[in-house]
Each structure stands twice: as C-alpha cells, then as structure tokens.
C-alpha cells in the first residue's frame, strides 16, 4: 500500500489520515512546530510521526496539505525545500480553501523544485470523511491521485487545469458560510428588538432545510470562525481578480472576521470544542457585540 503524508492532521487532516489508516495505508507526518491541539489529535490515531518534513518527503508516495489557507505558500515551500533533493519525490497535493490565483503560487513553488503538483479540495464534514467527503482534483495527475486513495475515500476529477479544484471549494465555501454570516447579522438585529424567538421560528417554519444545515454548521464557529474568515478572503480575491461582484463575499468576511475575534471557544473552554447549539453561538455573538460598527 501507498504512504501517504498528511500535513497537517488538525481537524480535517487526522480524520482523513483515520480513514487511510482503517483501510491499511501507511500515513506519516510531523508535528514540528505544530500546536498541542494538532499533537493532541495526531495522538487519537496511529499516524506515524517522524521528526522533520524532511523525512515525511523520503517515506511518503504522495502528501497531502490540509492546513489554513493562509499558512499554504509558507508550507509549500517548506516542502519544497525538504523534498528537492530527491531522485523521486512525491506527489504534493494541495487541498486547502485557496483562490485559483494562491494555487498557481502555490503549483510554481512546487514544480520549480521538480515535485509534481496537484490542486484539490474537501468538501464535505470532517466528523465523516468516508461517508460525505469527497476530494475534488484537477490537473495531469489527478488519475494517479484517484487511483491512489479512491477506494477509500470519493474523489471527482474537475479537469486537467489547476486552479479548478481551488475555485470549485471556495465557490462552494462562500454560499454555506455566507449563510452563517447573514444569520449572525439579522439574529444581532433580532435580539436587539426583542424578537429573537420569533424570528428563529419563522426562519424554521418556512425555510426548514437552509435551517437545518444551519444547525448542523452553526455550532463550529465558536473554533473556527477566523479560519473561515481567511477563506472568505481567498473568495473575494477570486472574485475581483476575474472581474466579478465580490460585495457579498467581502461581507462574509468581515462578519466572520469579528465573530472570530470574540475567541469564543478559548473563552468557554467549558463548552469542549463544538459543545455549543446554534442558538448558544447566536446568543454569544449578540451578547458580546461583535457586529456592532
């Protein structure tokens, strides 16, 4: 079986890594300079952690960057720099919530080096990689990307272009977060004029499946609100860079951006990581003020 190399197993990154390892890959990594929150769950698996990027390059067929969008290019080319040096290095898959435009950077960093290169991105939950995940993939190795992991977790080729798997995600990205930042907006305004319940309900009655995704998506922002910010960002550059409206993208980000300030999963550390109801992040963003200007 395969190696496959996974930088850097946070939330998305371990479970990908608990799938591959269910089904008999070998999965490798390295947690230099990584969070004790990233250490924490590479330990719930049975990764295997190897102490320099260096060596992650010499055992892995392929590696996988799953990381903030913004950290993308630093570790791009970190692995550049690890991995240049050998006769036959491996794939370098990119799947992170960037612009088509970072992903060029990106793919040069790489290629220049003589690592091959391929853009791709998750869409679906991280609590069930197997079931609802798929890896979108574009560019001339995608097949040998699908043959690679495809039995074990759903991949769709986009074509053979770079920069279509990048802009597929943040497309993607930009409706189900919008959603969050419209509602953290007009539930501000609703408990401001007292008619929080009520509106709730009504939103409920009469638009029950956007609600019951907002149920389900709502309940992350607590941790990870900054990050989808960072990608809200990527959509908006997207975006302007093409020629296309980016009001509402620029406006997702910056809702997000004040949600992420509050820091509330570190200010209710009761709460674990995503112990939290929709109405519970509505009622903290309110209380708190965060979108008052």
Sequence with gaps: MPTIGILYPGDMGHNVARVLLEDGFSVVTTLAGRSERTRRLAASTTIEVLDSLRHVCERADLVISIIPPAAAIAVATDFAAAAAHLAHPPLYVDANAISPMTTQEVGAIITQAGIPYLDACIIGPARDVRGRCTFHVSG????????????????????????????????????????????????????????LDGLLQTYTALLPGIMQALEWLVPTYPLHAARRADEMAELADMLEHYGFSSVMASGARDTLAAVGKLRLAERHPERGEQDWTMREVIEAIARDGALRR
Aim: net charge neutral; aromatic share 10%.
């Design 140 to 195: 001339p190795d995608a097949q040998r990307f699908e043959e690679c992991i495809g039995t074990s977790i759903k991949t769709h080729q986009l074509g053979d272009r770079i920069g279509q798997a990048s802009a597929f995600k943040i497309a993607f990205s930009g409706l189900n977060k919008g959603l969050a930042a419209l509602l953290f907006e007009l539930t501000a305004a609703g408990k401001e004029f007292g008619f």
